[in-house]
């Protein structure tokens, strides 16, 4: 009989839309892997990226729901690859699970009846910390050897505020590890934990331009062919209109950006078809070198 996995995959409203490769490619790298993890079956929005703002029990009763559903399910841990969905999800359990009187009350609201005891995973902290990088290391048969890559880290996954962080929270490298196993060489450069201007991309395009173009400008400067990410918001801001923020600010070449897991999918011979790497709007291929 198959193991059952002690963790459930959050998905959230981006992997399962514009993300889509995100999601794919994680579920074929955790069967790669041999990792067993199953999709929480009835999820809804966690609140991002407004909810916390306009209204904090809101925030809370909607990810409370979602944590009463781990629990249900019968799952210790769950995973939120998105890293806005990370931070909502991760910071609403620390609250909840930290305050048993705040816990009822929002419990009373909802209706639920959560018990404080769901952690929250990260999917660099899971990747790093409990596959490691000898066993990411001894599936690859397709070494990316060559590829230069910036690794941005972006300014969620680190830092939740509160909380003990899995990585340095201004120079992580994990995700470098992660890699770097694959083959890659992961660059030293300066714009790991910048903001890239996440939803400001909607309402503040000028905002978000410029802080976008200076990670492209330093990872050009730095020789990177691509640029690896694990927020789907990173990726949206830093590829959907990357062709007019170069041309304004004067980038030179465009720079591919990457999921991780579409990176460690290639490492380990799965199809650009399947890790839909041809998505985005400056799509990556890698020939090797």
């Known amino acids: 009989m198959a193991m059952k996995s002690k963790m459930a995959l959050y998905p ?37 990226t407004s909810a916390h703002a306009l209204d ?21 841990e769950v995973m939120a690859p998105c890293a806005a969905c990370y931070h909502r999800l991760a910071s609403a359990a620390h609250e909840l699970n930290g305050d048993a009187v705040l816990r009822d009350r929002i419990n009373q609201a909802a209706g639920l009846q959560y018990g404080g005891e769901v952690v929250v995973r990260n999917v660099l902290d899971f990747l790093f910390n409990d596959v490691g990088v000898e066993r990411i290391a001894k599936r690859v048969t397709a070494p990316l ?8 880290y972006g300014c969620l996954n680190t830092r939740v505020p509160r909380m003990d962080c899995f990585d340095d929270r201004e120079y992580p490298m994990s995700m470098d590890h992660i890699v770097g196993a ?22 503040a395009e000028s905002a978000s331009s410029r802080l976008v173009s200076k990670i492209l400008r330093d990872a050009e400067a730095q020789g990177a062919d691509c640029i690896v990410v694990a927020c789907p918001m990173c990726h949206n801001n830093l590829d959907t209109k990357q062709a ?28 650009e078809r399947e890790l839909k790497l041809a998505h985005s709007f400056v799509p990556f291929q890698f020939a090797g070198k």
């Open 145 to 152: 050897a060559g590829l230069k890559a910036a690794c941005y």
């Open 56 to 76: 904090k029990d809101l925030h809370l009763a909607l990810n409370l729901r979602n944590l009463t559903l781990v629990q249900e399910q019968g799952y210790e």
């Open 244 to 271: 007019e923020i170069r041309a304004e600010h004067g980038i030179g070449r465009a720079i591919p950006i990457v999921f991780v897991t579409q990176l460690m999918g290639l490492a380990y011979g799965l199809g």
């Open 182 to 203: 694959l083959g890659v060489e992961a660059l030293d450069w300066s714009y790991k934990t910048d903001c890239c201007g996440a939803s400001l991309f909607l309402t």
């Open 12 to 48: 959230g409203c981006s992997l399962e839309g514009s993300a889509s490769g995100f999601w794919e490619s994680l579920e074929g790298v955790l069967g790669a892997l041999d990792v067993p993890c199953e999709t929480l079956r009835d999820w809804s929005c966690c609140g991002a």
